[in-house]
């Protein structure tokens, strides 16, 4: 069997003895390289016992603890401002960066509900019209959409079954009389003006009272006429009397289904594309850096307990030693979940609701405090 090199308690690092050498180039990174594996080859033991690792092992430890402190940071930032980084270029890298929570996503979004509001969104509306016949009370708009050449189904969206708006047929019983007003007075121009007519400018309630009039006369008179429609089945209440044409308002369904998939092309789609790359070491605070250390420590004793675990006791003159395998691993991955709490914990007490909470609680209780000041009486 091979003798390997076990820690002798000392190391000296270089760019390459990490696994993915992200990073080697940190001139910060480089100089704690070497005292996390005294940290950590002292907090496992050494020199009172060997510790079977290399410098290389709490090199790896180290790497994989700045990772996984980026990755929940970065994890963290990703779902605080989500909304405002979806649909923005993947070409440039988010750290470093101030992002802004915008409504720029939030009224995209909307858009698709004023689609079925009919007020905007994506979906062009088309107007169409189809000739009424005499007698005729049935209606195929299918039939219509494949004459037109209309690829896939249609959605009606309004039937113009309505007489014109009431402002259009507004009339003045009255006009020529002296006491009322002619074309609403030409516009107010007083065009009709004249010795013999005297003219009386109204309020605007008299003209909507008579609007309401004319829309009233055709909910109660004209009620019967009204349409029916059932899978683009149009079916006319009264039978037509008259010829004419029956206007209509509607969707392509094939483009609605359309605007559900917008094409992102180098644009953010998924939390996996949003562009964080690994943290720069030297910019992490003694705050962090502690993190990073204690849980470089967790892995190297993982690691350790993995080790000891390929024998679970070692012959000594005499007798037997048992290896301390089982507590190292219930031990490694405890103080790993403590750590990862604590992180997940901090990053949400900061978060943009929880801050603007506390200042929130701060100014109700400054205001309480003030409250209690006693106000000075000045006599002028």
């Known amino acids: 069997m091979a003798n390997i090199n076990i820690w002798d308690g000392t190391s000296t690092f270089s760019s390459g003895q990490t696994p993915f050498g992200f990073y080697d180039s940190d001139a910060t990174f480089q100089a704690d390289a070497d005292k996390v594996a005294k940290f950590c080859a002292t907090r496992l033991g050494y020199p ?3 510790v079977e690792l290399q410098s290389g092992s709490f090199y790896a430890c180290f790497e994989e603890a700045v990772t996984t402190y980026g990755n929940e940071v970065f994890q963290y930032k990703v779902r605080e401002n989500y909304l405002s980084l979806e649909g923005s270029s993947t070409g440039s890298s988010a750290n470093k960066k101030i992002i802004n929570p915008t409504l720029d996503r939030l009224i995209q979004i909307s858009k698709n509900y004023g689609t079925e509001a009919e007020v905007g969104g994506y979906v062009t509306k088309y107007t169409g019209s189809i000739a009424v016949s005499v007698n005729q009370q049935n209606y195929d708009l299918n039939a219509w959409a494949t004459a037109q050449g209309i690829e896939g189904s249609i ?8 007489a014109p708006p009431a402002i259009l047929r507004y009339f003045d019983p009255y006009a020529g009389t002296g006491t009322g007003l002619q074309s609403l007075m030409d516009a107010f121009d007083f065009g009709s003006y004249s010795p013999g007519v005297n003219f009386l400018l109204m309020p605007a309630s008299f003209d909507m009272l008579k609007i309401q009039a004319i829309e009233f006369n055709d909910q109660v008179r004209r009620s019967a006429y009204s349409f029916e429609l059932v899978n683009n089945q149009l079916k006319l209440f009264p039978i037509p009397r008259t010829a004419g044409s ?5 969707y392509k369904v094939n483009e609605k289904a359309a605007a559900s998939f917008l094409d992102g092309g180098s644009l953010i789609t998924n939390v996996a594309e949003v562009p964080y790359s ?7 605070n003694s705050v962090g850096r502690q993190w990073v ?6 892995l190297a004793k993982e690691l350790l307990g993995y080790i000891r675990g390929k024998y679970q006791t070692v012959p000594v003159p005499g007798s037997e030693a048992t290896l301390n395998q089982a507590d190292l691993l219930a031990d490694a991955r405890s103080e790993k979940e403590a750590l ?13 609701q929880a801050l603007l909470e506390r200042k929130a609680s701060e100014g109700e209780n400054l205001r309480k405090t003030l409250a209690d000041v006693p106000m000075t009486i000045y006599i002028g």
């Open 48 to 50: 009172l016992m060997d």
């Open 155 to 162: 959605e009606i969206r309004k039937v113009f079954y309505e």
């Open 246 to 250: 029956m206007h209509f308002e509607y």
């Open 278 to 284: 690994n943290p720069t070491y030297s910019h992490i």
């Open 293 to 298: 250390f204690r849980y470089a420590l967790a």
């Open 340 to 352: 990862l709490v604590n992180l997940r914990e901090m990053l949400d007490q900061t978060s943009r």
